[in-house]
């Protein structure tokens, strides 16, 4: 048996489900057992979350066009009225992630590389459900690289596009439990663990918008930089700041610094280490003109070291000129 029908969440024998979600299951399942959320629940997509939901539907891989598909409402917390661009490549981080998981037989969720993402159409308004379409492009021993697409179900139309390459060797236990070692994890984690309640702890910090769940530190004067202070909540499951949490974050100073003349278009970010404790985020910008511009976004650990640096496009906001 599949470790939740163990447990009580679903029904997974191969007659309930495809045998590829109910490998994503299994790895959902030893990922709440052994890890902490993090910023997987600010996002609605922590493995507890996911295991609880009882609608079939919502998560479904598609064996023809070699597609993992999730339904996902748009919150109306963590955004303003409308879901902005770094969230979407938040999401994506999640789904395509279990879509590496699905295809890789050591089931290794693997660390990020590189990420972009890029808006086709307005985004959805909160409430809204989109569809979140992931696919392994290629996939070796070392790298793995995806890409998605988030539709609104309501128009059919395309909203957004990401594309994300992932690093996959683990450390050496990582690969030992979610390999040979999984079966007895999971009866292990079944017999042993109890299933974790920490809802309450985000609901007891729950802030409306995600400028207030970020809480940038000493920001300076003309929005160029800021300190941000990495908790849990802002963390993957390995404990460092997660790559969407770090997208979102440059998409906020960035937004301050183009002091809302600009309007982001596309973003692409590459990781070089991992961030933990306390970083800087330093906006410059790279060109602009009439129309467009571009801006360099790093992300920076106390002593210096580079983290990640997102490279944000953006198009003029003339309305907003005018107005001012």
Not at 119 to 136: C, D, F, R, W
Request: proline letters at 4%; glycine letters at 6%; one cysteine or more.
């Amino acid at each position: 048996r599949s470790a939740q029908s163990s447990i009580g969440y679903l029904d997974l024998t191969p007659s309930a489900m495809s045998k590829k979600i109910s490998l994503l299951r299994d790895f959902l399942f030893i990922t709440e057992k052994f890890t902490y959320p993090g910023f997987g629940r600010v996002l609605g997509l922590d493995a507890a979350t996911v295991l609880q939901q009882h609608n079939d539907d919502r998560l479904r891989y598609d064996s023809k066009l070699d597609q993992l598909q999730y339904r996902y409402e748009i919150p109306k917390k963590y955004t303003n009225n409308k879901i902005p661009l770094s969230k979407f490549l938040a999401l994506f981080d999640e789904v395509t992630t279990w879509a590496i998981v699905i295809k890789d037989r050591k089931r290794r969720p693997g660390v990020s590389v590189s990420f972009s993402a890029e808006l086709l159409s307005s985004p959805v308004a909160v409430g809204k459900e989109i569809q979140i379409n992931a696919q392994v492009v290629k996939s070796g021993k070392v790298m793995a690289f995806t890409k998605a697409e988030a539709i609104d179900l309501e128009s059919g139309k395309i909203i957004c596009q990401g594309q994300h390459i992932k690093y996959l060797p683990m450390p050496w236990l990582s690969e030992l439990v979610l390999g040979p070692l999984l079966p007895f994890a999971i009866w292990f984690a079944s017999n042993f663990l109890a299933t974790k309640n920490t809802t309450t702890q985000l609901r007891d910090h729950d802030p409306k918008h995600t400028e207030d769940f970020l809480s940038f530190q000493d920001i300076s004067a003309d929005h160029k930089s800021a300190w941000w202070q990495v908790k849990p909540d802002h963390c993957n499951p390995l404990g460092a700041a997660h790559g969407g949490c770090q997208a979102m974050g440059m998409e906020l100073l960035g937004q301050k610094y183009a002091n809302n003349h600009h309007v982001l278009k596309s973003m692409s970010v590459s990781y070089m280490s991992t961030g933990k404790n306390e970083l800087q985020l330093a906006a410059n910008w790279i060109h602009q003109n009439e129309d467009m511009a571009s801006m360099s976004v790093k992300v920076l650990s106390s002593a210096g070291k580079p983290i990640s640096e997102g490279t944000l496009q953006f198009i003029n906001n003339h309305d907003s000129k005018k107005k001012n």
